[in-house]
């Protein structure tokens, strides 16, 4: 295979944010060899990294594909092209701060900014307090100097998340886990904002936890048959995402 190719580079901010490319895979970091974002120029309905795709795992509890989202921290705005290619009636809104990144979401990741899709350059603490917007879904994943930034649990963003949420809508948050107290309190915070309507997701690959809170009670379990259609709908590996949930969080924890 071929080397990676370093694509554009640009500082911001004291941040150097690089976008490279090895054969279809293309993806961004912010200086520190993480991967941010990663796309296969081929498959634009795909999402090529595992965590992307279990960020998605909240529909095997709703399994109706959601008409609004939100993307909290827009990164090179995979799930966005990916929504925008696989189920192109979604309507979406990705907010990010930084203009350079929006920038190169659009330039080098194809991502939508037109359409059913609109890019915002805001703060997200911002965002949420004054959204008139009810989303199906959020997608949290943002990332301070490869840690979890403080401000996101705490109550009022959580409470400013939780109204911008429908009825039946739920938030995935990435969290970045230092250690296991740190996990526990951040965790705490989340289930205090959503009256406990959680379920976790850890990947062995990454030291991220996923974590779906929902604004209503959902305790349905999928079934064999319906783990098998969402995974060909999706091109999502629901099935494994579920085996791992049924590992990581106890029985009558949350939603499970």
Not at 26 to 39: A, H, N, P, S, Y
Not at 43 to 51: I, V
Not at 179 to 186: C, H, R
Request: hydrophobic letters at 45%.
């Amino acid at each position: 295979m071929a080397e990676a190719e370093l694509v554009y580079s640009v500082e911001e901010n004291g941040r150097l944010i690089k976008v490279w490319q090895q054969a279809e895979l293309r993806w961004l970091e912010f200086g520190d060899e993480l991967i941010q974002t990663e796309i296969d120029l081929a498959r634009p309905d795909f999402l090529p990294e595992s965590f992307s795709r279990a960020m998605l795992s909240g529909a095997l509890f709703n399994s109706k594909v959601p008409e609004k989202v939100l993307l909290a921290g827009t990164g090179g705005g995979s799930t966005a092209r990916y929504f925008a290619n696989r189920f192109p009636e979604v309507i979406g809104d990705g907010v990010d701060l930084s203009p350079v990144v929006l920038d190169i979401a659009q330039r080098f990741f194809d991502c939508p900014n037109k359409g059913n899709w609109q890019l915002i350059e805001a703060d997200i603490r911002d965002y949420v307090q004054h959204c008139q917007v009810r989303y199906d879904l959020i997608v949290m994943d943002i990332a301070i100097g490869n840690t979890s930034p403080d401000w996101m649990i705490a109550p009022a963003f959580l409470k400013g998340c939780r109204q911008s949420l429908s009825s039946t809508g739920h938030i995935a948050i990435n969290l970045i886990v230092e250690n296991e107290l740190g996990f526990m309190t951040q965790l705490a915070a989340i289930r205090e904002a959503f009256d406990r309507q959680t379920v976790c997701v850890s990947l062995p690959e990454h030291r991220n936890v996923i974590v779906l809170a929902f604004n209503q009670a959902n305790s349905v379990a999928p079934n064999p048959q319906t783990l098998e259609k969402l995974e060909a709908q999706w091109q999502v590996e629901f099935g494994t995402f579920y085996q791992q949930m049924l590992k990581d969080n106890p029985k009558g924890s949350g939603v499970i």
